[in-house]
């Protein structure tokens, strides 16, 4: 049975994800970039401090989730740990653009403010991310509100890597890292207000073991979170290596950053509605396997174009089919969440958004790991004015080869999706 959401409170509700991007967004596009190339830590340094990241997060993601799913507050499952870890999480953030250390004190302080980063974040977000199918409970409802989340994630996305070079450019790192911090509280507060939910959901019952056990026996999720895994790997990477590519593929100004991801994600806003209709009329799966290709064939010219305004006209097409991808993901999974409450009696949103992000974390960390490797093993010197040829073209390689090569993998697991075929994009609920 559904809720009840008026307009306003799905746009709070959904305008939560512009904080959930921005953050995530301007930490993969600017983190690595910032302690390598502007502090100067060793990038081997920086790929343990985020493999280790990415594990705690791993762990983190399917524990918290089990907790969501399994104790209910006065206040409900979900609500009271976006209240309460949203303000810390914002400050957090914050002091990630700050290093209160210098030399190998600061890969120190680097590791424990993203792990201390990396707790909040999973804590707010998994919570905010597990609400989504409690909420909207039809394709059509999910669809559309899907539609306005990710046009609201897109922005913090425009927000998190086209915006930031505009800003430490002129005031320096620690006020652009005030001025998202603060922002990023705001739209948190917004979508707890927009927030409610199904008290009538049955809870889960089973022990921590028991209940992944239950969740990996579920093969449209493993098909899934597979699909995902691939897919996620491509956004880490692309916002991650344009700084690299743009200037020193490019030998652009850092203005020519936010051009380029700026016109990736304009384009993909109003493009969001456009994949929401398709998703209506030929199903999730079948308009998911489109993006894919629209995303992937896109990509392609980055391994060869030379001039800035090449690279503009390639990144507004990326645009189209990255809006179709980020659109789906939400809806694929409350789909795979339908079908498991009806083999188990049980809604498990939580579960099942942490042991995604289980696998998810691993896909950031190989990108970290991926750009270490590429710019130790090609010759690549922080803040040379020239790189060597090898070094261009393992940029290049980061930018579009690797993400193709992963994005065909994506292709063959949501070709094995096979849920919901038989069912159509009637408007009836899904569980």
């Known amino acids: 049975m559904g809720i009840h959401i008026t307009p306003a409170r799905k746009t709070a509700f959904t305008s939560g994800n512009l904080s959930s991007n921005l953050m995530a967004q301007m930490f993969s596009a600017y983190i690595v970039y910032y302690y390598v190339d502007v502090l ?251 993006a894919i290709v629209c995303y992937a064939v896109a990509l392609a010219p980055l391994l060869f174009v030379i001039s800035p305004a090449a690279a503009y006209v390639t990144g507004a097409a990326i645009g189209f089919g990255l809006a179709g991808i980020i659109m789906l993901l939400d809806v694929l999974l409350a789909e795979v969440i339908d079908e498991d409450e009806r083999r188990t009696g049980a809604r498990r949103e939580g579960m099942y958004f942490g042991m995604n992000g289980f696998i998810i974390r691993f896909g950031v960390s190989l990108q970290a790991v991926v750009m270490s490797l590429v710019l130790e093993q090609s010759g690549y010197v922080a803040n040379a004015p020239t790189q060597p040829e090898a070094a261009i073209i393992g940029i290049r390689l980061m930018l579009a080869g690797i993400p193709i090569l992963s994005l065909v993998l994506a292709f063959i697991c949501f070709y094995c999706y096979r849920l919901g075929a038989a069912r159509s994009s009637n408007g009836h609920p899904l569980g």
């Not at 830590?41 to 280790?52: E, F, N, S």
């Not at 089990?66 to 914050?94: K, N």
């Not at 790192?173 to 948190?188: K, Y």
């Open 40 to 290: 100067g830590v060793r990038p081997g340094l920086i790929g343990i401090a985020m493999v280790i990241h990415g594990i705690l997060g791993a762990i983190l993601n399917p524990l918290f989730g089990y907790v969501s799913d399994r104790f209910r507050t006065r206040w409900g499952r979900r609500v009271p740990y976006i209240a309460f870890g949203m303000i810390p999480l914002a400050a957090v953030f914050t002091l990630l653009w700050f290093p209160l250390s210098s030399g190998m004190g600061l890969f120190w302080y680097f590791l424990f403010i993203v792990l201390l980063y990396d707790v909040l974040y999973v804590l707010v977000i998994l919570n905010y991310s597990a609400l989504f199918p409690e909420m909207f409970v039809t394709m059509k409802e999910r669809a559309s509100a899907s539609s306005w989340k990710q046009m609201f994630g897109i922005i913090g996305m425009i927000a998190g890597v086209a915006v930031p070079p505009l800003i430490y450019d002129r005031y320096g790192w620690g006020a652009m890292g005030i001025i998202f911090g603060i922002t990023a509280a705001l739209f948190m507060g917004a979508l707890v207000w927009g927030s409610r939910e199904n008290e009538l959901a049955a809870p889960d019952t089973f022990g921590l073991w028991q209940s992944v056990v239950h969740t990996f026996s579920n093969r449209f999720f493993v098909i899934y979170v597979l699909g995902g895994f691939f897919v996620q790997l491509t956004f880490a990477l692309l916002p991650a290596a344009i700084p690299f590519f743009t200037k020193y593929a490019l030998h652009a100004e850092e203005s020519a950053n936010s051009i380029l991801l700026g016109l990736v994600f304009v384009t993909a806003i109003p493009c969001v509605y456009v994949w929401a209709r398709w998703t209506n009329r030929f199903g999730p799966r079948k308009t998911m396997l489109a």
